[in-house]
């Protein structure tokens, strides 16, 4: 499990990171070198515990809503082309609108604190679980299709039987680039709503607190990471139980 | 039991595939379609099963017929073992009759394997689930579009025996879509020859048990010869 090279090159970042800060080769200003990003955190341990968990609740609450509305949207969209053609337009423009021009609307609509934090997150990460769910289960071998047709499969059984399947990897992929869009929305939604390593960020820019502001970042790749695992640790459990994942070397 | 094709025409691709295509098919017995790669014995056959409609004509086939289709590839589920996919066209008719699946794979030589996956399986195995898979609904005919092409010699030998003595036990028909000559020797009673894409009138061979295969061989390449490269 563990990742040597990684870690290697981790610990030799670092170390240059501390060389080069020390002989004044980066400005500390811009570039606090790891030891002050560390002492940071010891200087109020528990707000950022607190941020940490705040943000982290979010991101899930998020993810956990965009999963569900992007699967059952997906399903719906592909039982009907007509709603289809008609609804896939408006996910698409969900996505090009920046969510940091989103967020005062949802203040506007949710008010301040973790309702906003939350929408923010869902609205990001929803089209990417919609188009990597349909695509999943709009893409299936011809001949398989053809073998439930012509054993007079119904639109039903065909997508519970074959598409949903089909779309085991299609879903985890696109799952993987939802997380870590929710945690984006989720910090462009503190920002504006307040709470979580969102709003140490922006008041760390108004003290000019590039240290904390730094370790913040440290902390928002830990949640992607740590989300990251625990998603691939659910699909190869599922795997595990069925192996929908058998075409992927990842699975094997 | 007649198939038969009056004034078909289908194109590919803005290609004429057939044009008033005429002729039928007579069961019961093991019919091949044999031709060179791009004749359209495939597409002849998924017209036949009713796959694919032609743009105009008419494909005449006996209604309500229980058909069982076998690819070139055995198109497994993968998240399914092969006793589940043996049991996959009982299950999308709601049919229950796990007695008839166990029956099929023992019949195939796969009885001890029901519970492993696609993808534990060889080539041959999952040939033969795919045989199993098709014939545990009892199929009065039978559409098979180069079901052999991938395997080695021995096992496409057995296999091709094991579907001829399937097909003829119960009067059954089965059509064969195959570009061995040997192979369609081995397993049919009829040949059709395609020489060509859109052959309007192939050539038909019957092949006589009586006689030495290696006669029959070189009666079926007098017949074909020039249109394989």
Known sequence: MTNRPFLILCVLIIISWEFFSALGFLPTSLFPPPHEVFNSFLETPLEWQDAFLQTAKATLAGHLISLSFGILAAFILILSTPLKNAFLPLAIFFQTVPIIAIAPLLVIYFGFGLPTVIAASAIVSFFPVLASFLLGLENIEKEKLELFQLYGASKWQILIKLRLPSAFLSLYSGLKVAIGLSIIGTVAGEFVAGGGLGSIIDSARTQQRVDRVFASLLLLALLGLVGLYLLKMIFLLIHKIRPYGSYSEEFR | ?229
Request: with cysteine; glycine share 6%; charged share 25%.
């Open chain 2, 1 to 229: 039991m007649i198939f038969s094709f009056q004034e078909v025409h289908l194109r590919f691709k803005n290609k004429i595939l057939f044009e008033n295509l005429n002729f039928q098919f007579k069961g019961p017995g093991v019919i091949a379609l044999l031709g060179p790669s791009g004749c359209g014995k495939s597409t002849l056959i998924r017209l036949l099963a009713g796959l694919q409609p032609p743009d105009s004509g008419l494909v005449q086939r006996p209604i309500g017929l229980k058909q069982g289709f076998i690819f070139q590839e055995s198109h497994l589920l993968n998240w399914r073992n092969t006793f589940e996919n043996v049991n996959l066209s009982l299950e999308l008719k709601n049919l229950f009759n796990p007695e008839a699946v166990q029956k099929a794979l023992k019949d195939v030589g796969l009885e001890d394997s029901s519970s492993l996956f696609p993808q534990e399986l060889s080539g041959g195995m999952k040939m033969r689930a795919s045989l199993a898979r098709a014939f545990v609904l009892n199929p009065e005919v039978l559409f098979c579009d180069e079901p052999f092409a991938a395997l080695d010699e021995v096992t496409r030998e057995n296999l091709q025996k094991y579907l001829r003595d399937y097909i003829l036990k119960s009067s059954r028909t089965c059509f064969f879509v195959t570009h061995h000559l040997s192979e369609a020797l081995s397993v049919a009673d009829e040949i059709y020859c395609f020489k060509k894409r859109g052959e309007l009138d192939p050539e038909i061979f019957q092949v006589d048990r009586n006689q030495d295969s290696a006669t029959q061989l070189a009666s079926l390449k007098t017949k074909v010869r020039g249109s394989f490269l």
